[in-house]
Structures are given as C-alpha cells and as structure tokens.
C-alpha cells in the first residue's frame, strides 16, 4: 500500500466514523427530546389522574357532620374538602393529610396544597385552565357557584419538544358526592 | 488489480456495515421509545376502564337493590362484567345505611370505590363517594 493510498483510505475512514458519530448524535438528541417529551405527558398524567380523583371524591362526608364541600373555584383555583377518614371533621392532622386542598395553576406552575400548608409545586412548563360545567353540561363562566358546579375541566398546552405548535389536552371529571 | 478491487468491496462492506449499526441503533432507540410510551398509555387506559368498571358495578348493585329492596336486609354482594373489564361489588347495612364497596378491575389495573347509601325514593340514593385506590 503505498502512502497516498494510506491518506486516501484514512480519510475515507475518518469521513465514515464521522458521519456515523453524527447519525449517532443526532438518534440521542431526538431519543432524548422524545423521552423529555414523554416525561413531561406522564407528570401530566399523573397529576392530572391525582386532581381527577380529588375533585370526583370532593365533599366525601361519610357522617354528615363535617361541613366538606366545594369552597372556592376559579380558572386558576380550586379549593375544596372531604373527610377522607370519615371522623366528622376536616381538621388537619399528620396521619389525615389531605382532606382540605386546593390546586392553583399558573403558567410553568401547577401546585396541589394540603391542608392550607405550602403548595407542592410540580414544575410544569405551560399554561392550563380550569372551566366548570353544571350537571347539564352548561358552562357555569370563571366564578360559579360552588355547589353548582358538577364537572370541571383541566386544559392545558404541553411544550412542543421541536418547537412547533404546543399539543393540547383537556381532562374532565365530574364531582360524585351530592 | 485483483487485490485493489478486494480493497474497495472491503471498503465499501465497512462503509454499509457502518450505517446499518447506525440505523439500527437509531430504529432500536426509537422502537424503545415507542414501546414505553405504547405502554404507559396502555396502563392509563386500562386505569380508567378498572374505574368505569367499579362504576358500572355500582350502578348494577342500586339496581339490583331496586328491584330487591331485601337483599338490603344482609350483606351481599353483585359480580359481572361488561365492556370496560369487571366488578365485583358488596354491601352491608350500617345504621339505615349501606355501605358499598366496588372494585373494577381492567387487564393489569384495578380501582375501588367506598360510597355510603342512604334509602331514597326508590331505592338507595349515594351520599359519600370516594376512590380507595
């Protein structure tokens, strides 16, 4: 082999390996992008299934006697209770944790307090809003009657990982406790 | 001559044999991917219907309790199944009350309610609802 064929092939050779190193590079972004995607929907539906069960179960009051029920909601707060341990009261304690809560969402925040204590804050990089429905499916507007609301409505946009238009959710639930 | 025609078929061999490891790295990530996330929404999915399961579950206990007011009297229980998955739903009564318990169960996914009853016009009417898991 003489040296130039050895130049020749060695850059040859490098060119190769380069370009597979950069096919490479490029599958980890787009794997990576992908996954962070895929990470942020299920914090989202994690959270979300969590709100969803709290508001289905708001006003839980085994005994009659505790006075939970829907105290406050707006597009970016939802505040309500339920005597989860069926004692007759809604007093907080540290083996009753959550039987006052309240969510709040703003944009890059959604945050379920306990207990009227410090918002657990789950970073989450978008902007939601709640509406709220009667049992007839009518909009009740930004402040409706607590108790006449049956159904709220969670809809929020998720980051697009490539920067395009923001995919958008909605979840409902609909309260169960009279 | 011969042996620079070998060289080039074994250049051009490593050439190929570097993009299929690469795509097949790539389809491999990708296919993972897929497949976790095939998954996850499966798993959601299965959630709900364990959910809608216990709820139907419900419905079919007040029912049954509707056209057989003493079968209130005792503990009992009603199991079916329906298109979310299954349920198996049982009472008891407690003080003029019930209390019904109702697991749905869907695939790997399992939900149960706790709800408390009170008679109503016709049959028993829900007073307390909540998700046990």
Known sequence: ?178 | MRRGVRNRRGSTLVVVLWVLVALSALTLSATAGAVIDLRLAVRHREHSAALGAAEAGLAEALAALRRDPLRAASRDSVLGAGPAGQWNTSWSPTAGRLHLRSRGVAGSAARELELWAEPGGVGWRVVAWREIR
């Open chain 1, 1 to 178: 082999m003489s040296t130039l064929e050895l130049v020749v092939s060695a850059t040859i050779g490098f060119l190769v390996t380069g370009a597979a190193l950069a096919l490479c590079a490029a599958g980890n972004r787009a794997v990576a992008s992908i996954a962070a995607a895929e990470a942020t929907w299920q914090e989202a539906r994690a959270a979300v299934t969590q709100w969803a069960a709290d508001w289905r179960g708001a006003g839980f009051d085994p005994a009659a006697t505790s006075g939970a029920g829907v105290t406050r909601l707006a597009p970016d707060t939802m505040e309500f209770s339920a005597d989860w341990n069926g004692d007759g009261g809604i007093v907080p304690t540290a083996s009753n944790p959550n039987e006052r809560l309240a969510y709040a969402i703003a944009p890059g925040v959604f945050r379920r307090g306990i207990n009227g204590g410090p918002r657990i804050a789950a970073a989450w990089p978008d902007s939601a809003r709640f509406s709220f429905h009667d049992g007839a499916g009518s909009d009740l507007g930004p402040s409706p009657p607590p108790t006449a609301v049956r159904t709220a409505v969670l809809r929020l946009a998720l980051p697009d990982p490539d920067g395009g238009a923001p995919p958008v959710a909605e979840w409902a639930a609909s309260r169960r406790n009279p």
